[in-house]
Every structure is written in C-alpha cells, then in structure tokens.
C-alpha cells in the first residue's frame, strides 16, 4: 500500500522531532540516545546474525509521490535486515518519551507510531515478528530509558 509510505518516512522522522522537543533536560537527551544506540547496536547484531530476508517486495507503481517514495526507499534498504523491525523499536521509544515528557502530544505520537509499525506491514518492509520483535526492543529500551534519567537525575552519593 505505497500511501502508508507517508506514516512510514515522515511520520518515523516526526516522531524523533517529536521526542527531541519533548525533552527539555540534557540528562533525559542523553539517555535517550544511549537507548537508542543499544538498541541500535542490539538489532544489527540480530541483522547479521540472523539475516531475516524482508517479505517479496512488489512493485509499487510509477503513480504519484507515495509510489516514488517506495521505489526509494526499496533502494537504500536493503531487505536483509528484517528481524527486529528498527522502524517499530524506535518509534516505540519515541512515543514514550513523548507521553513521558509532553503527554499533551503523547496521544499523536502513539498514533505515529502505531502507523509506523502498520506500514512497515502494508510496504512489505517487514513479517509481523519483526515487528513484535520490535515493539518489545523498544519497550525495554523505554524502560531503560526511564531507569537512566532516574539514575543520572538521583546519583548516588559519593563516599567520602
């Protein structure tokens, strides 16, 4: 379904802008980004390891600019890197620091992400364990997420 390309490029992108805004403290940033990145790092290991080839990926047309933005987005991902969705770990991430921080906008960045992970489905990005699999990445790394801000905003006391 190229139109659900629009939830999965620009609403994936809106949903990092989303959390970054959301932050206002260093810490809560840089925890983040540790989050991020190990679970980055934990998905690429699981890329090469297991090398989950992404479902058959039909043509998706030559009609309009959600049919282009598929074509590209066939180009520059390649479909060997299916398990974990990343897509989905990140945007789980995102939408729970933004219900965190900005809860006001916590209902649309649940929304976003909720559209990310379907269309990584309707694009053929991924089978529906990746996207599980993903979801579950990326609500232990909220939770780590939390456990950090709360370790960094409260250091322990040094020994005198």
């Given at each position: ?7 999965y ?11 970054i805004?959301?932050m ?27 090398a ?9 047309g ?6 282009a933005?598929v074509?590209?987005?066939y ?8 398990f974990?969705?990343?897509h989905v ?6 939408a729970?620091v933004?219900?965190?921080?900005w809860p006001?906008?916590g209902?649309?960045?649940?929304a976003l992400?909720?559209?990310?992970a ?18 579950i990445?990326?609500?232990?790394g909220?939770?780590a997420?939390?456990?950090?801000r709360r ?9 005198a």
């Amino acid at each position: 379904v190229p139109a659900t390309a629009w939830l999965y490029l620009p609403g994936y992108a809106t949903l990092f802008l989303l959390a970054i805004l959301a932050m206002e403290r260093a810490n809560d940033f840089r925890a983040a980004l540790a989050v991020v990145a190990a679970s980055t790092l934990l998905a690429v290991a699981a890329f090469v390891g297991l090398a989950v080839p992404a479902p058959h990926r039909p043509s998706p047309g030559d009609a309009g600019v959600a049919a282009a933005m598929v074509r590209w987005l066939y180009t520059v991902d390649p479909p060997a890197n299916a398990f974990p969705s990343l897509h989905v770990t990140n945007s789980v991430i995102c939408a729970g620091v933004v219900r965190r921080l900005w809860p006001r906008a916590g209902a649309l960045a649940g929304a976003l992400a909720a559209g990310v992970a379907i269309s990584t489905l309707t694009l053929r990005q991924h089978w529906l364990a990746d996207v599980v699999a993903g979801a579950i990445l990326g609500s232990l790394g909220l939770a780590a997420w939390e456990r950090l801000r709360r370790h960094r905003s409260h250091p322990t006391p040094q020994a005198a």
